[in-house]
């Protein structure tokens, strides 16, 4: 009977141990794409949408704007938003990348504004949804280049973890205006390359954004990765390599509620306070 009560114990704590340090890798939630152009009207401000998921995934948004005078900026996202990385792309007289992060308080879709100091005719951006994600310490590595010139824009290689996720961000703009049509494409097939396309134009501005996803069973350098404009060129870019860690995703921020591990902790010592006052009443019973 005294190994059954010592049984129970160590069982709930071998239970709490186990639900501490298991963890899945990092998980596509969502992709989207956004566009705004005009003709007529300059703006300067845009929506991009986060995606569906849950709450406690890890979002990111990328907005990319044409800088045609060298003066424009943006102005952080209203929210709880984390700045990752803003700049310019290569060259002159070209377009400058925002890219920010937070953790989803709502499982459903939301619109951001991006919003950038000066007034222009074209917006592209994209989203990224991933559940997994450590909630205390997201990011491994990030790292971000830019140049002007050829058809090809290069995402630099970072180091990177076990289960994470590498999210590629580029921003680049074409110095001849193409002849299509403004497009957004999502492909979130995982027998794919995981992507999305955003590009929008008008008579005489253009600015595209695209993001892709890796996932990484092992440690070590994630390898660099090549966007080729197939229109020709020449064009100039932003590109962004971004290491996500996976892990225990924060709890929601609601009410201070216990989280599973301290309500198993709890549940651990009211179980060996009982044990042990059982223990003893039965001697003193038995005496």
């Given at each position: 009977m ?20 298991s963890q899945?890798d ?20 845009a ?12 979002e ?6 044409v800088?045609?005078n ?9 929210g ?6 803003t ?5 002159s ?15 459903g ?5 991006c ?33 002007a010139?050829g058809?090809t ?12 996720a590498?999210?590629?961000i580029?921003?680049?703009?074409p ?8 497009f957004v494409?999502?492909n979130?097939?995982?027998m794919e ?9 008008n008579?005489?501005?253009v ?14 350098p ?23 860690r ?18 198993g ?11 042990g ?11």
């Amino acid at each position: 009977m005294n190994r059954s009560i010592l049984f129970i114990p160590v069982f709930i704590l071998s239970l709490l141990i186990l639900s501490s340090v298991s963890q899945a890798d990092v998980a596509l939630e969502d992709l989207r794409g956004n566009i705004r152009f005009s003709s007529e009207v300059p703006f300067n401000t845009a929506v991009v949408e986060t995606g569906n998921g849950n709450i406690g995934d890890f979002e990111i948004i990328a907005c990319s704007v044409v800088n045609p005078n060298e003066v424009n900026n943006f102005t952080p996202p209203s929210g709880t938003w984390v700045p990752l990385d803003t700049g310019d792309c290569g060259g002159s007289n070209t377009c400058i990348g925002g890219i920010w992060s937070r953790f989803a308080e709502i499982g459903g879709s939301q619109d951001i504004n991006c919003n950038w100091t000066e007034n222009n005719f074209v917006f592209a951006a994209g989203s990224v949804r991933l559940s997994g994600v450590d909630g205390e310490n997201p990011i491994i590595n990030i790292d971000c280049e830019q140049g002007a010139g050829g058809n090809t824009a290069v995402a630099p290689s970072i180091n990177t973890e076990a289960g994470s996720a590498v999210v590629r961000i580029f921003t680049f703009s074409p110095l001849t205006v193409p002849n299509f049509e403004p497009f957004v494409s999502v492909n979130t097939n995982p027998m794919e390359e995981l992507r999305y396309e955003a590009f929008s134009l008008n008579s005489f501005q253009v600015i595209a954004n695209d993001g892709l996803i890796d996932f990484f069973d092992i440690d070590g350098p994630s390898g660099s990765r090549d966007l080729i404009y197939t229109e020709g060129g020449p064009i100039s870019w932003r590109a962004c390599s971004i290491a996500i860690r996976m892990g225990t995703p924060p709890p929601p921020e609601v009410a201070e509620v216990p989280t599973l591990n301290e309500w198993g902790l709890i549940a651990f010592a009211a179980l060996t306070g009982i044990a042990g006052f059982w223990f003893i009443r039965r001697r003193q019973i038995t005496a």
